[in-house]
Nanobody, 120 residues
Framework: VQLQASGGGLVQAGGSLRLSCAAS????????MGWYRQAPGKQRELVASITSGGSTNYADSVKGRFTISRDNAKNTVYLQMNSLKPEDTAVYYC???????????????WGQGTQVTVSS
């Protein structure tokens, strides 16, 4: 299983970016998909997550600005980021909890990370 993240870049404060992360390989079903971020010198933190049924969870710092969504047919999760702030600068990682067969357990997989830089 591989997770390929894309969509990061450099943007001015107040701008928008959309991140995508596609899971590929032997996948039977996906449970929770999410985005984490890690700024220099800080621990990795949860940004947002979404269940297979569409229930979402957001960090307080991004509520009202970021929207997570997923396309189950494409095994892809998105993160629409609006009203970006310099403190959103970080490497963003996607995370996927899935199983490869009907009788296997759920495992977590991580994408390679994509840099988001917000200038003031």
């Amino acid at each position: 299983v591989q997770l390929q993240a894309s969509g990061g870049g450099l943007v001015q404060a107040g701008g928008s970016l959309r991140l995508s992360c596609a899971a590929s390989g032997t996948i039977f079903s996906i449970n929770v998909m999410g985005w984490y971020r890690q700024a220099p010198g800080k621990q990795r933190e949860l940004v947002a997550s979404i269940t297979s049924g569409g229930s979402t969870n957001y960090a307080d710092s991004v509520k009202g600005r970021f929207t997570i969504s997923r396309d189950n047919a494409k095994n892809t999760v998105y993160l629409q980021m609006n009203s970006l702030k310099p403190e959103d600068t970080a490497v963003y990682y996607c995370d996927c909890n899935l199983r490869s067969a009907w009788n296997s357990g759920f495992l977590n997989y991580w994408g390679q990370g994509t840099q988001v830089t917000v200038s003031s």
